[in-house]
């Protein structure tokens, strides 16, 4: 009886992979069983003067998008959007009572997802009407004419039509925490799982898993289909790309790199360091990222944007150093 018993204890290990060893995590996916999602390393005091100019702002900033048409920045605080006519130094035009947990762009507008509900603003600081959730939307993108809405809690994404959610996609996931459109598919971002997924959007559901890095934050799309990630914790850009899903590159990036954002007119993929207090440029059409500008930023640098007409990098505080804007 007893060696049953061993026997089907070393059956069960098998099927479940390293599930049954102290060392190794149960699904591959993960760096560890019991996970932390990655967050911005804590910067040092700024000991090099930011390039560039730096327009005051008192309080932190959680959200940055700039709308290219109009070459408007959304600039989300608190409770609050600033918005900014772009220019070397910044002038303020409007201010709008918001909660913004992330700052997207979408034909014209920007899909603001905070506070239980995703609302669409225009550069002139229009609302629409809001989309309310049950759960906690942290992200939007656009997709086959619908809007999709990252919802951390509830460990899923909905799908958004003329304000009203159609239906939600879940699977495999521990945390939705950004989602993002390629054109032709969808990923979603899992920070607690590391990991980047496809979705299947007509069939409601969460297709191939890819780990990414060792604690991955933030992502964007480039011109070429692929998804840009920072690895935080493991100091890398890693790129993938889509139907099918692969990890193409995986760049060492030392120093904690966090935001990004990706200028499509010229390749260039701008970078965080938040260890450093820097913000580097890596053009990403080649083979592999390389390294094109490098400069010292303002301190805890937790967002960026880039402003495709004239390359100008913006970079916004997490600590209420203000907003600094680099003319290439």
């Not at 971002?189 to 934050?217: C, H, I, S, W, Y």
Request: aromatic share 4%.
């Amino acid at each position: 009886m007893l060696r049953r018993k061993v026997a089907v204890l070393l059956m069960v290990c098998a099927a479940v992979g390293a599930g049954c060893s102290s060392g190794e995590p149960s699904d591959e996916l993960m760096v560890t069983d019991h996970p932390v999602a990655a967050v911005a390393a804590v910067s040092p005091p700024a000991t090099t003067t930011p390039k560039g100019t730096v327009t005051p702002l008192p309080d932190a900033v959680t959200a940055m998008a700039l709308e290219p048409r109009t070459r408007t920045l959304a600039v989300a605080t608190k409770d609050t959007i600033h918005l900014y006519d772009v220019a070397d130094t910044p002038t303020p035009t409007k201010t709008v009572e918001l909660t913004a947990e992330s700052l997207t762009v979408d034909d014209g507008e920007f899909l603001v997802a905070g506070a239980n509900k995703l609302t669409r603003l225009t550069p002139d600081g229009t609302t629409s009407p809001a989309t309310e959730f049950r759960g906690h939307p942290v992200s939007a993108t656009t997709y086959d004419g619908r809007t999709l809405v990252a919802l951390k809690d509830e460990r899923a994404v909905a799908v958004v039509k003329d304000y009203r959610v159609q239906r939600r996609i879940t699977g495999d996931l521990m945390s939705a925490d950004q989602v993002l459109s390629t054109g032709k598919n969808a990923v979603v971002l899992d920070r607690l799982r590391n990991a980047v997924f496809e979705l299947d959007v007509p069939g409601a559901g969460v297709k191939q898993g890819l780990r990414a890095g060792q604690g991955a934050t933030n992502a964007v799309t480039d011109r070429f289909g692929r998804v840009l990630v920072t690895d935080t914790r493991g100091g890398a850009l890693l790129a993938f790309s889509v139907d099918p899903l692969l990890l193409r590159q995986n760049y060492p990036v030392p120093g904690a790199p966090y935001a990004i954002a990706y200028d499509r007119e010229r390749d260039i993929a701008w970078v965080t360091l938040t260890k450093t207090n820097e913000v580097v440029g890596y053009e990403v059409a080649g083979e592999q990222p390389k390294e094109k500008y490098r400069f010292p930023t303002v301190s805890q640098p937790n967002t960026v944007a880039v402003d495709p007409s004239s390359g100008r990098v913006i970079v916004a505080s997490g600590t209420g150093d203000g907003i600094q804007v680099i003319s290439i």
